[in-house]
C-alpha cells in the first residue's frame, strides 16, 4: 500500500571497527533519489520480535545505500547477523533533508558523535568539489567508535578526531574541536549529529557566535512516515514529528 | 461474492478498514490507488479545539506490541473539516471520522459542525475520554456511555459508532448501554492499560506516566470481548486489536465483527490491510461462502 516499501538485498555486512558495522544494501526495484539527511526504516526480523522497524540514516547513496550502525540492543544485534544475500523489507527513504549551505557560506562544519557521522558522509558526498572549505570534527567516546576516515578526506575534509579516553585524536569531548571553526556568522553553517548532550553544546557554541546550522535528531520510531505521532519532538514551533517534518531541523529549533 | 457490510444506512463495499490514529494516506508514501480499496478510512480522533498533545516519549515497543500516549494530537474540528475532508472525499472511500470530547456539550458542538459535511460515512464516538463527574472514562460507565450517545445520536446525520474501552469489567454492560441509546454500531478495543518503567532512572519511559498497550500482544483479549458483545447487541461491530493476518481478522468476524481494522501493524507492514482483505476472499472462496453475512458470527460452540 506504501510505495515507499521496498525489498533490498543485503551486498555486504560487515565490522567497519570494533564498535560499528557497515551494511551495504542494494534496492531490488528503483527507489527515489536518495538525499542526504534521509533515513531507512528497516524490518530486522520476519517475525514479532522485535515488532518496530528501525531507522537508519543513509551513510551513501548510490548504486547500493550504505548504513553505518551501532548493535546496541536486540535490533541492531539481528541486522548484525545479516548475511550477504537475505533480503530486508525496507521503508524509504523517508524524512527530510540537510539543506544547501547558505548563500555566502565558505567554510562547510560537521560535527558528528559517535554514528551520528553516518548521515554527514552523504552530506560530504553532495558537498564535495563545490569549493567549501569542509571540516569534520567527530567525537567517540573511545578507540572502538574511531574508524577509518578515508572517505570523508577523499571527499575534500579536513578531518579532526577526539575520544573520551584520548586513545585516539585529541583526549575529550567533541567541544575541544571548536577551535577549527571560523565562527563566522556570515561564512560559516555547521551540521551536526549526533547524542543530545553534544548536540545541544554544538547549538549553544553556534548561538553563542551567531552562527547558523542544522541538527539530525533522534526519536524512537514506529511508522516512519508521520502517522503515528509517536516520534515527536519539542520545537520552538511545538511538537514536530522526527520522521516526516525532520529528521533535519533548524539547531535554533530544537535547542 | 457479497462483502459488503451496512452500518445504520451507511454501506461499506468490504469489511476491512483501519483503526484510528494508525493509518495515513499522505500521497508521497501511499499508493492511492491501493487504498481506494478499503473498505473504510477512518483517520486520527478530532477534538473540538486543536490539542498539542503528551510530552515525548510518546511511544515504547513491548512484546508483539506497543505503548502510545500520544494525547490525541490533531489541528481540532475547524481545521479538519476544512483542510482533510476535501482530500478525504476525493478518494471516494466511506469516511468514519472518529471524535471525542471533555464534556457532552463538546460532543454536541463537534456533532453540529460535522453534520454540515456532506457525505461522511459514520461518526465514530472516542468514549475514551474523561468522564467529568467521576474518576473514570466515559466508556467505563454506562450510563455516562448511555447518556453521551443518546445526546448525539438525537442530533446526528449520519450513522453513530461507540468505540469502547477494554478496560472495564464487564463489556457487555457498556455494550447494551450504547445499543439502547441509539448507537448504529461499535468499534472496539482501544487499548489496554499500561505501563512501562526504565529501571536506571526508575522513571516511567512514556512522557504521560502510562499508556495504552495494542498490537498483537491484545489480540486474544480484544477477540475475547469482541465475542462476548457480539452475544449481547444486534448492532454490527467493528472488531481491533491487534490485527496482522486475514487469519486474525477471521477469527474477529467468526466470533460475531462484521468489519475488522489493522491498527498498530500498519506501522510494521503497511501492506498489512490490503493482505487482510485479499486473504479473506479467498478463505470465502475456499469456504464457499458467497455472502459475507454466512461467515459473522458463524463460530461453532
Ligand atoms: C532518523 C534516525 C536515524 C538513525 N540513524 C542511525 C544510524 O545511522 N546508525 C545507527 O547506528 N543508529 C541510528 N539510529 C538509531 C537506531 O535507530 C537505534 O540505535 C536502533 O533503533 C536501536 O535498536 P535496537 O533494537 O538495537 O536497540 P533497542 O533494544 O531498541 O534499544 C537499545 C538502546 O538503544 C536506545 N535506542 C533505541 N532506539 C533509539 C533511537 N531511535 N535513538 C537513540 N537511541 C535509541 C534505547 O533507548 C536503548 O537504550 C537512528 C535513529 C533515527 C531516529
Ligand atoms: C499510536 C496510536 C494512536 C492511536 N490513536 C487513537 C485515536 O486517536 N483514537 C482512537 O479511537 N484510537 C486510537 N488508537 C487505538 C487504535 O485505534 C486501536 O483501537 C488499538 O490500537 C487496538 O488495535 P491494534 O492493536 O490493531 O492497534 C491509537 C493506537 C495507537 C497505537
Ligand atoms: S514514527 Fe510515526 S509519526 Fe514518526
Redesign the interface.
Known amino acids: 500500500?506504501?510505495?515507499?516499501?521496498k525489498i533490498y538485498k543485503v551486498i555486504n555486512n560487515k565490522k567497519l571497527c570494533q564498535q560499528f558495522f557497515h551494511l551495504c544494501l542494494k534496492p531490488v526495484s528503483a527507489i527515489p533519489e536518495i538525499k542526504p539527511g534521509q533515513f531507512i526504516h528497516i524490518?530486522v526480523s520476519q517475525g514479532?520480535?522485535?515488532?518496530?522497524?528501525r531507522p537508519f540514516s543513509v551513510a551513501r547513496a548510490g548504486k547500493n545505500v550504505e548504513v553505518i550502525y551501532e548493535v546496541v540492543g536486540k535490533g541492531t544485534e539481528i541486522l548484525s547477523q545479516k548475511k550477504p544475500g537475505e533480503i530486508l523489507?525496507v521503508?524509504g527513504p523517508l524524512g527530510n533533508s540537510f539543506c544547501k549551505p547558505p548563500k555566502g557560506v565558505k567554510q562547510v562544519v560537521m560535527i558528528g558523535g559517535g554514528v551520528g557521522v553516518a548521515p554527514l558522509l552523504a552530506l560530504s558526498d553532495v558537498l564535495k568539489g563545490r569549493g567549501y572549505e569542509m571540516v569534520l570534527l567527530y567525537g567517540g567516546r573511545i578507540k572502538g567508535h574511531t574508524f577509518n576516515m578515508r572517505t570523508f578526506c577523499k571527499n575534500g575534509c579536513k578531518v579532526y578526531v577526539a575520544t573520551e579516553d584520548g586513545s585516539v585524536g585529541i583526549k575529550g569531548r567533541v567541544d575541544k574541536l571548536y577551535t577549527k571553526i571560523k565562527a563566522n556568522a556570515k561564512e560559516t553553517f555547521i551540521y551536526t549529529c549526533g547524542p543530545r548532550p553534544m548536540m545541544a553544546s554544538v547549538a549553544a557554541f553556534a548561538r553563542k557566535h551567531g552562527v547558523q546550522g542544522q541538527v539530525s535528531c533522534e526519536?524512537?520510531m514506529?511508522?516512519?512516515?508521520?502517522?503515528?505521532?509517536?516520534?515527536?519532538?519539542?520545537t520552538r514551533s511545538?511538537?514536530k514529528t522526527v520522521c516526516?517534518d525532520g529528521p533535519v531541523f533548524d539547531i535554533n529549533e530544537i535547542f | 461474492m457479497n462483502l459488503s457490510i451496512k452500518i445504520g444506512k451507511t454501506k461499506f463495499p468490504n469489511p476491512v478498514t483501519v483503526a484510528s490514529g494508525t493509518f495515513g494516506w499522505k500521497e508521497k508514501y501511499y499508493r492511492l490507488a491501493d487504498v481506494k480499496k478499503l473498505g473504510a478510512i477512518v483517520p486520527k480522533t478530532i477534538t473540538l479545539h486543536a490539542q498539542k498533545g503528551n510530552p515525548p516519549p510518546r511511544i515504547h515497543e513491548t512484546p508483539a506490541g506497543m505503548l502510545n500516549a500520544i494525547g490525541i494530537e490533531n489541528a481540532g474540528a475547524d481545521a479538519f473539516i476544512q483542510e482533510k475532508i476535501p482530500m478525504y472525499k476525493k478518494l471516494k472511500v466511506p469516511l468514519i471520522v472518529s471524535v471525542s470530547a471533555h464534556s457532552e456539550k463538546d460532543f454536541i458542538q463537534l456533532i453540529e459542525k460535522f453534520n454540515g459535511v456532506k457525505g461522511l460515512g459514520a461518526l465514530e464516538l472516542n468514549l475514551s475520554c474523561p468522564n467529568l463527574k467521576k474518576k473514570t472514562l466515559v466508556a467505563q460507565d454506562p450510563k455516562a456511555t448511555h447518556r453521551i450517545v443518546k445526546a448525539v445520536k438525537k442530533r446526528a446525520k449520519m450513522p453513530i459508532i461507540a468505540k469502547l474501552s477494554p478496560n472495564v469489567t464487564d463489556i457487555t454492560k457498556i455494550a447494551e448501554a450504547a445499543e439502547d441509546a441509539g448507537a448504529d454500531g461499535l468499534s472496539m478495543i482501544n487499548t489496554l492499560a499500561g505501563m512501562a518503567i526504565d529501571v536506571k532512572t526508575r522513571k516511567p519511559v512514556l512522557g504521560n506516566v502510562t499508556g495504552g498497550l495494542s498490537g498483537p500482544a491484545v489480540r486474544p483479549v480484544a477477540l475475547n470481548i469482541v465475542y462476548r458483545a457480539a452475544q449481547k447487541v444486534n448492532i454490527p461491530i467493528i472488531a481491533m486489536g491487534g490485527i496482522a493476518t486475514a487469519n486474525d481478522a477471521l477469527e474477529f468476524l467468526i466470533a460475531g465483527a462484521s468489519m475488522v481494522a489493522v491498527g498498530t501493524m500498519n506501522f510494521i507492514n503497511p501492506s498489512a490491510p490490503l493482505e487482510v482483505l485479499a486473504g479473506i476472499k479467498k478463505y470465502m472462496r475456499e469456504q464457499k461462502i458467497k455472502d459475507i453475512q454466512k461467515l459473522i458470527g458463524s463460530i461453532r460452540t
Not at chain 1, 500500500?1 to 516499501?5: A, I, L, N, R, T
Not at chain 1, 514506529?222 to 519539542?234: D, H
Open positions: 500500500m506504501q510505495k515507499v516499501q524490518k514479532l520480535e522485535p515488532v518496530f522497524r523489507d521503508l526519536e524512537v514506529a511508522c516512519g512516515v508521520g502517522t503515528c505521532l509517536g516520534c515527536a519532538i519539542e511545538g511538537y516526516d
